[in-house]
């Protein structure tokens, strides 16, 4: 299909509307291709919507960024939450736990779906919620995959609540054995009975695109249960990173 006309609007129209009615995530070169673009242009385009939040990037590859899936429930069952919603489904029938699908924001990271058992209905889901990184295991894996520039929001979010940065005990540490082990794990944290696992997916370039993170009560945890639930969550982070063809995968 060819660009329907040759004014910078006209251009990101045609970029949204396509990226928004793939079934999968595109390329640059298929939306280039599909609308007749040179690719540099196609890409600087691209690139402002992204930044503006009307597309996400993920690698290589482009789907329905933030901002369309307020206006457009099509949109949202081809974004990252339609795509991994049955990896959710799958990992919660798996463990008997809870699962939540999070995103780093500006200086947390955010639930943008979850699912969870009957069984675990006293718990909280927290979806819509910002989580901070010193508190939650989904944050601490997505920041732990970040360079140091990256970080400091988050750092300067937790220092700001009180939260030691440096010496054994304190986050960074913290970031740096999440980052050598790629599982967050949190024990009684924010509340005493309620502990979980995290782990990222990750882009090409290897920054955090999401998280998957299972949630269930603290006895669940123990370290003779952790084995299965890691390679329960390990299976799925490497789904979801198939599904979104991220070569990074859940490391």
């Not at 385009?45 to 590859?61: C, N, P, Q, S, T």
Request: with cysteine.
């Amino acid at each position: 299909m060819p660009a329907s006309g040759s004014s910078a609007v006209d251009k990101a129209l045609d970029l949204v509307e396509t990226v928004i009615r793939s079934d999968r995530p595109l390329r640059l070169s298929e939306i280039a291709d599909a609308l007749g673009l040179q690719r540099p242009t196609a890409h600087r385009v691209l690139a402002d919507l992204v930044r503006r939040g009307w597309i996400m990037r993920i690698g290589d590859r482009y789907l329905p960024g933030a901002a369309v899936l307020q206006l457009s429930r099509t949109a949202a069952a081809h974004s990252l939450v339609g795509i991994a919603r049955p990896v959710l489904e799958r990992l919660s029938a798996a463990t008997s736990m809870m699962v939540n699908l999070q995103v780093p924001e500006t200086d947390r990271s955010r639930v943008v779906d979850v699912v969870r058992p009957e069984r675990l209905e006293m718990i909280s889901d927290l979806r819509d919620e910002l989580l901070p990184v010193h508190r939650f295991a989904g944050p601490l894996t997505l920041v732990a995959a970040m360079d140091e520039q990256a970080r400091a929001p988050y750092l300067a979010a937790a220092a700001a609540a009180g939260h030691p940065l440096d010496g054994r005990d304190g986050l960074r540490a913290e970031l740096d054995r999440t980052a050598r082990t790629g599982w967050g794990v949190q024990i009684g944290r924010t509340q005493p009975m309620v502990a979980s696992v995290s782990r990222a997916v990750h882009a090409q370039d290897g920054g955090p695109v999401c998280a998957l993170t299972l949630v269930g009560p603290t006895p669940e945890f123990e370290e003779r249960h952790l084995p299965r639930l890691r390679t329960g969550l390990l299976a799925a982070t490497e789904e979801l990173a198939a599904a979104l063809g991220t070569p990074g995968g859940g490391r």
